[in-house]
């Protein structure tokens, strides 16, 4: 079996006032030592499993903004994930990268030191929309990064964009992607932005300094989308998340497909497969310290219900264009429940799921309200309530660099 492994990296230069993911301005010396810690919090996981027989497929540098740090703190990492596990040779080797904080050196030392794959947040080429979200950057810097990340050799690069901002245009968010297009990347992440609680955004909103877009202003952009990427060659796999033939994210596909997986780094999650989860302390100075007194740094562990195991696959396999075969369901949940669900998908508003009697799947259009579409299926998973609804995973590429 194999497995992947999550590296949150919080720094950033600055807050952005969407995001609700665990990140810091470094204060001195924090980035420096950062990579020490990580080796330690690596070796204690090698040494207490579950992970410890397993070969790695996937690492991930997310944040906060990884590319803050230098090409050798990298290397330093790499080097110590390779001491303790077996890496297959055709591991994907992700690193995001913010494009106001990298360089054409740092990117060409970020591929020999074993990266082979960028993530690059360029979120918008409006400079207003870049200036609604505070980005460091504007839509220059994306495209000099972009090439960059080009000449320096790396043959395998995904951009992020986020659409739904106060006052947005169907049209803006078309030129976006008229852009994005022109420098022909591998992959590609569309968000809508959410407003989450404890963020600057969601107070604005509640005091009326932002005033969101509709949901069918957003559904619209999102088809339209759907419509415009997969007319350009690019395969719409997963919710957010378009692909190049043979460029699918290989460590999302982990989450997705309810594979092992651990995180290091201060507020980073783990999963083994099976029923436990658990989760980092989300603070970088108690981070340090349960490492630094031999202690474990994870603070919260959940040992998942059958119900939530269930609701969990459900979830995340209808995530996926693939969607569920009828022959799987049944040998999850037994032929009484799949029909029952089957039952319930026909039932459903039309244009939300594409049923067959052997497989199901969610449309895009039932993706964008893709929690009451699921939370609906799995009444015939079940007789319990449903449980809380999670989408998994250790996050969904907007919030970082």
Known sequence: ????????????????????????????????????????????RAATGPFSDLEMTSIYFGGGTPSLHPPEHIR??????????????EAEITLEANPATANPHEL?????????????GLQSFSQRKLQVLFRDHDASDSRECFHQARQAGFSNVSVDLIFGLPDETLNEWLADLEQVLSLGPDHISLYNLEY??????????????????SDETELEMYLAA?????????????????????????????????SPYFGVGPSAHSYDGER?????????????TALTSQSAPATSYEQMTDAQQKLEWLSMRLRLAKGISYDETVRRVGVARTNA?????????????????????????????????????????????????????????????
């Open 1 to 44: 079996m194999s497995f992947g492994v999550y590296i949150h990296m919080p720094f950033c230069r600055r807050r952005c006032p969407y995001c609700d993911f665990y990140k810091k301005v470094p204060r001195a010396g924090e980035m420096e030592i950062f990579p020490s810690l990580l080796e330690k919090e690596l070796e204690a």
């Open 76 to 89: 330093q990492i790499l080097k110590a994930i390779h001491r303790h596990w077996p890496v297959k040779a």
């Open 108 to 120: 060409g030392e970020l591929l020999r030191c074993g990266v082979n794959r960028l993530s690059l």
């Open 196 to 213: 989450h609680e404890g963020t600057p955004f969601y107070r604005w909103r509640e005091n009326g300094r932002l005033v969101p877009l």
């Open 226 to 258: 759907h419509e415009k990427l997969a007319a350009s060659g690019f395969e719409h796999y997963e919710i957010s998340n378009f692909a190049r033939p043979g460029f699918r994210a290989k460590h999302n596909l982990l989450y997705w497909t309810g």
């Open 276 to 288: 436990t989860r658990w989760e980092n302390t989300r603070d970088f100075s108690s981070w340090r």
């Open 341 to 401: 669900m089957w039952q319930l998908a026909k039932e459903t508003a039309p244009g939300l799921i594409d049923i067959g009697e052997a497989h199901l799947a969610v449309t895009p259009r039932g993706w964008f309200c893709e929690n009451e579409v699921i939370l609906r299926l799995y009444k015939g998973l079940s007789d319990e309530p449903a449980p809380e609804h999670r989408s998994g995973g250790n996050r969904s590429n907007i919030e970082g660099v």
